[in-house]
């Protein structure tokens, strides 16, 4: 079983910059992806970032690209979220996730989840 523990979320202004964090519980093969989702209320969970464990892709939603940035440590098993220049409409609750397989950018296509965390951007 695999379990994903995301910190990192938080308050901040319009233009200024969080890390998230999304550590696992076992040795993540190479086979494994790592996606980070969010989602606000009435909305369904919509993709924002993916890496593949062994580092071959990674793929952005277009609302992030050029801002966010995703990347993994494989000695510490984790995966991070590095979102700068963030905007009011960043502001949503924030998943990371894992799945078997190459990256997928819809929820339904990973099949472990972090408890998520919540990134609100003031204006």
């Known amino acids: 079983q695999v379990q994903l523990v995301e910190s990192g979320g938080g308050l901040v202004q319009a233009g200024g910059s969080l890390r998230l964090s999304c550590a696992v519980s076992?040795?993540?093969?190479?086979?494994?992806?790592m996606g980070w989702f969010r989602q606000t209320p009435g909305k369904e969970r919509e993709f924002v970032a993916g890496v593949e464990w062994s580092g071959g892709r990674i793929s952005y939603a277009d609302p992030v690209k050029g801002r966010f940035t995703t990347s993994r440590d494989i000695a510490k098993n984790t995966v991070y979220l590095q979102m700068n220049s963030l905007k009011p409409e960043d502001t949503a609750v924030y998943y990371c996730a894992a799945r078997y397989g190459g990256i997928w950018t819809t929820f339904s296509g990973y099949d472990y989840w972090g408890q998520g965390t919540q990134v609100t951007v003031s204006s």
């Open positions: 076992v040795r993540t093969s190479s086979t494994y992806t």
